[in-house]
Structures are given as C-alpha cells and as structure tokens.
C-alpha cells in the first residue's frame, strides 16, 4: 500500500536545471529521513541527498552547492532542485523513505520507481 511516486526526470543540457518531486502515499507513518539516491551506468546506487523531519541534512560531495533538497511533511513530499547539471549527473534517479508500516509494523526502506536524469554535454 506505500507508494512513492516520483516526477520531475528528463533531458537538459550541461548548465541546465530540473527539479524533482516525490509523493508518498499509504499507511507509513515516522517517516524519518526522506531522500534521493542515483544510480549511473556502470556504477553503484548512491545517496545524492537526505533530509530529516527536523531538516537538518546530509549531501553528497559531487553534488553540494548545487542541489537543494527540501520536504513537506504536511504532505509527505521531498523535493530535490537540481542547477548548474553536468553530465555526470546523468542517472536514474530514486526516491527513499525510511518508516513504519501502520499501526505497528517494523521499520523498513521504501523505494520509488526511478525517474531518469539524462544530462548532455
């Protein structure tokens, strides 16, 4: 019944932005912290940026100063700004959620589909 749909992918030019949204939905509840990893061809899923109930947050080297990760928690959205992209961005991008499944289920890890984030030169 979790579901986390994820919008915002598709094809810029070096220098470009694209801003990213994902929706969670469903009986999960202490939804703590939302984020977004990536994953790129030849190379292992990696956090690009989280964020806790509280804000504070944690970013990925190759992509501070650039991107701005945000949330909604009245709505369960987390938002991901991407500026200033450059080609090694291009990846699939996912949307996480770490929570509990209502009333009393056991904390887990809970992925959207992807979205892909294609960046040319």
């Known amino acids: 019944q979790v579901q986390l749909v994820e919008s915002g992918g598709g094809l810029v030019q070096a220098g470009g932005s694209l801003g990213l949204s994902c929706a969670v939905s469903?009986?999960?509840?202490?939804?703590?912290?939302m984020g977004w990893y990536r994953q790129a061809p030849g190379k292992q899923r990696e956090l690009v940026a989280d964020?806790?109930?509280?804000?504070?947050?944690n970013m990925a080297d190759s992509v501070q100063g650039r991107f701005t990760i945000s949330r909604d928690n009245a709505k369960n959205t987390v938002f991901l700004q991407m500026d200033s992209l450059k080609p090694e961005d291009t990846a699939v991008y996912y949307c996480?959620?770490?929570?509990?499944?209502?009333?009393?289920?056991?904390?887990?890890?809970?992925w959207g589909q992807g979205t892909q984030v294609t960046v040319s030169s």
């Open positions: 469903g009986r999960i509840f202490d939804i703590n912290p």
């Open positions: 964020i806790s109930s509280g804000k504070s947050i």
């Open positions: 996480n959620v770490y929570g509990r499944t209502w009333p009393s289920g056991p904390f887990g890890n809970y």
